[in-house]
Each structure stands twice: as structure tokens, then as C-alpha cells.
């Protein structure tokens, strides 16, 4: 049993004025992990002042001297890789797998805001004028608890390399994770004041962010709904704001696509995280004439597919985070009876042997249209929905028929076609026969799947304003 009753604030831990405990729940077994005494709305006060005061020297640092802070970071968290995969693993039920790829995904957020700041210009010339990128000033970022280290760092590397002060308020669900990383952050001997984590809940800490007029700018990573909360709160004092939204993600595979990789590659866009990814690939999109072959090659893959203990380096598919989630992905599958799809595989229930954590079975529905609800809404768990087209023109429009935007998929033998669909498809990021990450492209989404993009220069630029200098001859 752990107890958490710090957080960080002006280079210090310390205890906060809030008086609530949240309990820490083991998604494995349910059974309780520790406590975390969460900040109230004077601790966030208080962090977004010390920002406030350290933005006025940390916005005048040398490119040399942030590229040093976030160097420095990075080397605090190689120190500790073990300790990152197994916290992820233990708290939040992500599988090996995923918490291995995650914490290098951690470090390579620091290297491409490192190659950014070697790279960009922040004096240019426009016009006859010199604009001035400066930075925008305190800057509240907003996380949730899935991959919520993974968050945090690539938010946070890129304010510090636009020269902002942060306040970060992670889930509370992730308080044993944002223990590490506030551990590394605390030796890497940055500045006080340039970034300050509140533990506390979304109504009360990261609503006083989105009010608060010395907060410049809002990060937030989360649902499309808590987004638009946060949008409508930001514009009372005109707060800029990035929002990386939620999504239900087409993948496209064409007719001439090799099925015996692409279904492989399709189940694994749609189970990775367990489900739990904005990105998952969760409405396939199949040739009508391939329904019959698609069908067999995922009934054999499942089969196979490893729903157990996260901490199996072979488990596929772990736990869901909570019972609250567990028990969303359950009426959605439930959702999905009662609209008339067909379960392929898996269904309502738990695997057997694993009553006693948040397993979920993981599910493919077929005869799925795309205006039923599983197709529409973003479930956040092991379940996919198969669609059948005629034609590549329907296969676009399906894609594109959703409120979402965030991600998609396409798969073929012909890369110039594979291209071509891919230009048509309204999502923030497509991927083309395979999941990959770049992390000097921009990411974000069409849609509800939020606004701006974060990563490489348009992400930088999010946390920077244009002074125009104008000097009439």
C-alpha cells in the first residue's frame, strides 16, 4: 500500500491544502493499491503563480541552455526504464508490450524537440518586417490516464523548448506514474517553476486551469466531450488551446491487399492499448467479396490472440483501467446485440480465469452498418466493428461518414493507390500498410477529434506567438 500526499510545486514537493483521498484500484485484481491525497483549487493557484514567475526568466533562456534542460531530463528517465514499465503495468493494466513501446516513445519526445530547437528559427523575416516567435507564457496541460507519462513528456519537452512554464494536472488514476516522473523531473534540476503538477480531480484543478487568466495556453489530451468543456471555459479570457480529441478510427483494407497481413495489422490497430488508444483502428472496412476470407483469418488470429496478466511479455490484451470502464465496454457490446450485429468472436463477459480484474473479451462484430452506435461512438476497449463496401468511392465515403477525425488506415498491394485513398480521407494522420509514429509530423485531428496539431514544428508553434516588428522606411 502506497500513500501519495505530495505534489510539486515551485521546484518543491509539498503537501497540498486539499483534503480528499482517491483510492488507487489494481486493474488486474481490484484489489486496492494505495491512496493519493489529491490538490484543491488554492494548489492550483499557487502552481500556476510560480509558473507565472518563472516564465519572466525561463522565457529568455538560449536555445543552448533548454536544449541542456531537456537533455537532462531524458538522462533522469533512462535511469529508471524498469521502474516506468512496471508502475505503467501495475496502475494503469498496461500490458508489456505496450508500456515497453510507450517508454520509448517517452524518449524519443525529448530527441525531436531537441532536432526542433536545433533547427527552427524563432526570428524570421516577413514581408520587410522581422516576426519574433515568442513564447506564450503559462501554459496548463491536461492529461488523461491512458500512456498519461507518455503525455506529459511530449507535451512538456515541447513547452520547454518554446521557452513556457507549465501546470500539469495528470488523471488522478495515474498518481503512482506521475510519482516517477515528478521524481525525474525534481533531478533534473530545472528551473523552479517551470512545470508544477497538481494531483486532483477535472472538476476542480483543471477547471480553475481553464478559468484562470494567468494560464496563456491549454494542452489537453482527452474525451471529445470533456474537451469542448474546457474549449468553452478557455474562451472566456481568449486562452489558446490544442485539443487532442477522442476518435473511431477507419481502416481501409482494399481489395487488392494482401489479407493475410492486413487482417494481422487491422486487429492490432484495433486492440493495441487494450482498446484503449484514440487512435485504435475500430471500424474495418472490408470488400463485400472478402467478407467470407476475413472472417476466417480473424477467428484463427483470435484464437491465439493473449488476454491475461499485463505483466506476461506474451499478453496481447490486458485489463481495462477501471471497473467504471469495464463495465462502458460491456453495455456497448450489449449495444451491439441489441442493433443487430453479429459477434464474430468474443462477447459479453470476462475471459475465463480472469474474473477477478477488468478483462474484456475481445470482441469483433460483423453485419455492422455504419450508422449503428458501436460504429459511431468511441468505446475505448477490445471491440471492432466490421463494414462491407462495393467500391473504393464507398469505402472513402464510409470513412469519411463519422463526427471523428483523428487517425485512419489503408491497406494495399498498389502504394500509388494506397496514396491516393489515403488523400481523400478526412483524418489527421493516415497510415499506409503499417502503424507508425513520426514524431517530428504533426498530429491532432479533423472534426471533433480536436484542434491544432501537437509534434514537430506546427506543434511547436502552438506554444509560440508572432511579434511582428514593422518599421516603415
Known amino acids: ?100 513501446i510507450s517508454y520509448e516513445y517517452m524518449l524519443k519526445g525529448f530527441d525531436s524537440a531537441i532536432n526542433l530547437l536545433n533547427n527552427y528559427n524563432f526570428i524570421k523575416t516577413m514581408g520587410e518586417s522581422e516576426v519574433q516567435m515568442a513564447p506564450i507564457g503559462v501554459v496548463g496541460i491536461i ?26 494536472k495528470p488523471s488522478e488514476m495515474s498518481a503512482q506514474q506521475t510519482q516517477l516522473i515528478t521524481e525525474c523531473l525534481h533531478e533534473a534540476n530545472l528551473p523552479k517553476g517551470v512545470f508544477n503538477i497538481v494531483n486532483g480531480l477535472g472538476e476542480i484543478v483543471g477547471a480553475e486551469i481553464s478559468r484562470n487568466p494567468d494560464i496563456a495556453k491549454i494542452s489537453f489530451t482527452g474525451s471529445t466531450n470533456v474537451g469542448k468543456i474546457i474549449a468553452k471555459e478557455a474562451v472566456n479570457t481568449m486562452k489558446r488551446v490544442t485539443l487532442e480529441l477522442g476518435g473511431k478510427s477507419p481502416n481501409i483494407i482494399l481489395d487488392d491487399a494482401d489479407f493475410s497481413k492486413a487482417i494481422p495489422l487491422a486487429l492490432g490497430a484495433a486492440f493495441m492499448n487494450s482498446g484503449q488508444a484514440c487512435i485504435a483502428g475500430t471500424r474495418l472496412l472490408i470488400p463485400e467479396n472478402k467478407l467470407a476470407e476475413t472472417k476466417v483469418f480473424i477467428k484463427e488470429i483470435i484464437s491465439n490472440l493473449i488476454v491475461d496478466d499485463p505483466k506476461n511479455p506474451n499478453t496481447a490484451v490486458g485489463p481495462m483501467v477501471s471497473t467504471k470502464q469495464y463495465n462502458r465496454v460491456q453495455d456497448y457490446i450489449q449495444i451491439g446485440i441489441n442493433e443487430g450485429a453479429e459477434i464474430l468472436t468474443g462477447g459479453l463477459g470476462k475471459p475465463e480465469g480472469l474474473e477477478n480484474g477488468n478483462f474484456v473479451k475481445p470482441t469483433v462484430f460483423v453485419n455492422v452498418t455504419n450508422q449503428m452506435r458501436i460504429a459511431r461512438e468511441e468505446i475505448f476497449g477490445p471491440v471492432l466493428s466490421i463494414i462491407t463496401y462495393k467500391t473504393e468511392e464507398e469505402a472513402v465515403e464510409i470513412a469519411n461518414d463519422t463526427t471523428y477525425g483523428l487517425q485512419a488506415y489503408v491497406s494495399s498491394s498498389n502504394i500509388e493507390r494506397a496514396h491516393r485513398v489515403a488523400s481523400q480521407i478526412n483524418a489527421g494522420r493516415v497510415q499506409i500498410n ?40
Not at 500512456?147 to 513547452?159: E, P, R, V, Y
Request: aromatic share 10%.
Open 1 to 100: 500500500m502506497k500513500t501519495i500526499d505530495k505534489i510539486y510545486i515551485n521546484g518543491e514537493f509539498v503537501t497540498p491544502q486539499g483534503t480528499e483521498y482517491f483510492d488507487l484500484i489494481s486493474p488486474t485484481t481490484n484489489e486496492k493499491l494505495g491512496k493519493v491525497l489529491l490538490g484543491n483549487t488554492e494548489d492550483t493557484k499557487k502552481a500556476i503563480e510560480a509558473a507565472k514567475n518563472a516564465f519572466k526568466t525561463f522565457s529568455k533562456t538560449t536555445v543552448s541552455e533548454r536544449i541542456q534542460h531537456l537533455k537532462n531530463i531524458k538522462s533522469s528517465i533512462e535511469k529508471r526504464k524498469d521502474d516506468f514499465i512496471n508502475v505503467m503495468i501495475e496502475e494503469y493494466g498496461g500490458t508489456f508490450q505496450f508500456a515497453s
Open 143 to 168: 492529461i488523461p490516464w491512458n500512456s498519461s507519462n507518455g503525455f506529459i513528456c511530449s507535451k512538456l519537452s515541447t513547452a520547454i523548448a518554446a521557452g513556457c512554464t507549465t501546470v500539469i
Open 434 to 473: 503499417g502503424i507508425g509514429h513520426d514524431p517530428m509530423a504533426p498530429f491532432g485531428g479533423f472534426k471533433q477529434s480536436g484542434i491544432g496539431r501537437e509534434f514537430g514544428t506546427l506543434g511547436l508553434e502552438a506554444y509560440l506567438e508572432p511579434r511582428a516588428l514593422i518599421q516603415p522606411k
